[in-house]
């Protein structure tokens, strides 16, 4: 039988590595497998499962109170001002490497089946992606994950760098199919550096609305390339 001191521990990796799979399972299904209508279902599940089993983990199996983590404690100035910059050094790249990293005939050849070459459903996308999915990814990786990071690794450094390479990996496997790997691999350093970021943020403020307005920023930035890439202005 563990220790006291161990059972903390490991409901947290249970916890963690449960939370953590949902959104490489989407994107595996999604652009590895190719499932078409099923990983559409894949999808939508694995959203609920993000929001679901940290929810469940945190009130039920650790018997913590809910919280809706209201910015108490300042930190808007700073997230919108590190937003900004990452969004000005995500169209500064883009600018630069945009056309050999990624082509619009591509784009559009992996979404159309998705139908998010449409206007008005790439427009609806979009929305979801900044206000809803930016917020889900804060609540999983930013506010579960790290915390659980926390509880397994103590200090602040190798939990932020561990949760920010969670964050990436995902994105990094569906990037592949977007981009080439010179691009795929600047793109993930940038997930990773922003992933760093977002934590601190975190980690400072203790509210996953504090990243969100940096992360939600960033999102504003990639979309309005796709939206030129695919639609054009």
Known sequence: ???????????????????????????????????????????????IWMFGIPAFWHIKVENKPY???????????????????????????????GDTMISSDDLKSILEPVGLTKPMNLFFGILFW??????????????????????LFGGTWLPMLLSSAIFTFHHTIALAFFINPIGNFLCSLGLFIGGLVFSW?????????????????????????????????
Request: positive net charge; contains cysteine.
């Open 67 to 97: 919280s809706f983590s209201k910015p108490a404690n300042g930190g808007w100035k700073e997230s919108l001002i590190l937003g900004l910059i990452m969004t000005f050094v995500i169209y500064i790249a883009y600018a630069f490497l």
């Open 201 to 233: 943020l975190y980690m400072k403020y203790r509210s996953v609305w504090i990243p969100w307005l940096a992360h939600a920023l960033c999102d504003i930035a990639v979309f309005s390339i796709a939206w030129h890439l695919l639609i054009g202005f």
């Open 130 to 151: 900044i206000f809803i999915n930016s917020v889900l990814e804060e609540y999983l990786f930013r506010w579960f994950i790290l915390s659980k990071l926390e509880q």
């Open 1 to 47: 039988r563990l220790t006291s001191n161990k059972e903390p521990q490991k409901l947290a990796l249970i916890g963690l590595v449960l939370a953590a799979i949902a959104p490489t399972i989407s994107v595996v299904t999604g652009f590895v497998i190719q499932a078409g209508i099923i990983a559409i279902f894949v999808f939508i599940f694995t959203k």
